[in-house]
């Protein structure tokens, strides 16, 4: 039998997952408290009817499309893609045109959880990982990077920690028919309070969201807060990331799962 590994955190309230004006945030109804909400449905009926008094229970969320483990698509990078391929530039795709046949697919996880935060991963470096474990990128692998910021999740430190894709790295993966990332830091890209730092320093605006805006280049999908990416190995593995269906959306929600073979 498959051993399923989950990747993805909660949604849930008072968890250190976003900086605090993107927090979700999640209203509880509990079956004593949802009568008035089912008794229009049934004029007459009283509560004390109910089996125990009990009607249902229901969650109010007040969420972001990148909330929780989640997937990015092109048109949150920006407005148009693949200025680099054969064809030129199109329009972004939306989290909605998203091949399923792309959301089930061998995973490969490199491993940078010795990069200091803030660090910007290179294609040399990209290069260096997939030697080290013996790896020979194939088109659509589902590439996963295991960054510090995993161990950080719920803390209030989590959303500066762990390094980020640079854009050489990030079209690295793209050329060789990467279609789908994902990290367990905050962002695919360096955290930005110490991007910040060096934006001040150089006022370099190709340093902002580079990893990112690389899809203008070579448009691609991109997941991130994953969990539990120490558990994998470095291949061998199925990622299932399949998102919810929003129409003309930049991200959508995923139950990521990683599937071993005993």
């Known amino acids: ?22 927090l979700p945030k999640v209203t509880y109804f509990k079956h004593q408290d949802t009568f008035e909400q089912m008794s229009p ?4 009926l009283t509560q004390d009817q109910l089996p125990e008094g009990e009607a249902w229970a229901v969650e109010l969320i007040e969420l972001s499309t990148h909330n929780g483990t989640h997937m990015d698509a092109p048109w949150h990078f920006h407005s148009t893609q693949d ?3 054969e064809g030129g530039k199109k329009p972004a795709m939306t989290i909605d045109e998203l091949p399923l046949e792309w959301c089930q697919k061998p995973g490969v996880k490199l491993d940078f959880r010795d990069k200091p935060d803030g660090h ?8 260096a990982e997939l030697k080290r474990i013996g790896y020979t990128l194939q088109p659509y692998d589902i590439v996963l990077v295991n960054t510090r910021a995993g161990e950080r999740y719920g803390h209030e430190d989590f959303i500066h920690a762990g390094c ?4 050489e790295a990030t079209l690295r993966l793209a050329e060789q028919g990467v279609k789908i990332v994902g990290t367990d830091a905050w962002s695919w890209d360096a955290p930005f309070s110490h ?7 150089e006022k370099d605006p190709s340093i902002i969201w580079e990893g990112h805006k690389a899809g203008r280049e070579i448009g691609y999908f ?14 061998g593995f199925v990622v299932s990331c399949f998102p919810v269906k929003i129409r003309a959306a930049s991200a959508g929600w995923i139950r990521a799962v990683g599937i071993l073979e005993d």
């Open 41 to 44: 449905f049934f004029p007459g």
């Open 222 to 235: 991109q997941i991130e807060k994953l969990h539990n990416l120490e558990i994998l190995p470095a291949h």
């Open 1 to 22: 039998m498959p051993r399923y590994i989950d990747l993805s955190i909660p949604i849930e309230n008072d968890v250190k997952s976003d900086p605090d004006p993107l």
């Open 120 to 127: 910007v991963v290179t294609a040399a470096e990209v290069d």
């Open 195 to 201: 991007t910040a730092v060096k934006w001040a320093e």
């Open 164 to 167: 980020g894709m640079g854009r």
């Open 83 to 85: 200025s680099a391929l």
